[in-house]
Nanobody
Framework: QVQLVESGGGLVQAGGSVRLSCAASGRTFSSYAMGWFRQAPGKEREFVAAISWSGHVLYYANSVKGRFTISRDNARNTVYLQMNSLKPEDTAVYYC?????????????????WGQGTQVTVSS
């Protein structure tokens, strides 16, 4: 069992930066792949980024590649999402998730545990 709590969201101007954190409870955190997803009003949840248990394998959605960076600190049971050059279309609730993706890392059904989400609003 893994419990996830996101933090770090808020209101930021376009072009600004925000770092999200996701703190996990449970002794097996380091064995899970971790992902970040987001959901804007009226839209489906979409993949943002994912990282393997070791941190050596990274995946990014094309829409955030070059602007966002996912990382993890297994000693602190925490995964991060550094978001730079933010755009108004990045506005969404951001969720972290833990799982063992096998077929498709961007597929939210591959993840077993989810946080409650944190709101990020980018003003133009």
């Amino acid at each position: 069992q893994v419990q996830l709590v996101e933090s770090g969201g808020g209101l930021v101007q376009a072009g600004g930066s925000v770092r999200l954190s996701c703190a996990a409870s449970g002794r097996t955190f380091s064995s899970y792949a971790m992902g970040w997803f987001r959901q804007a009003p009226g839209k489906e949840r979409e993949f943002v980024a994912a990282i393997s248990w070791s941190g050596h394998v990274l995946y990014y959605a094309n829409s955030v590649k070059g602007r966002f960076t996912i990382s993890r600190d297994n000693a602190r049971n925490t995964v991060y999402l550094q978001m730079n050059s933010l755009k108004p279309e990045d506005t969404a609730v951001y969720y972290c998730a833990a799982g063992f993706p096998r077929r498709s890392w961007p597929d939210p059904t591959e993840y077993d545990y989810w946080g409650q989400g944190t709101q990020v609003t980018v003003s133009s």
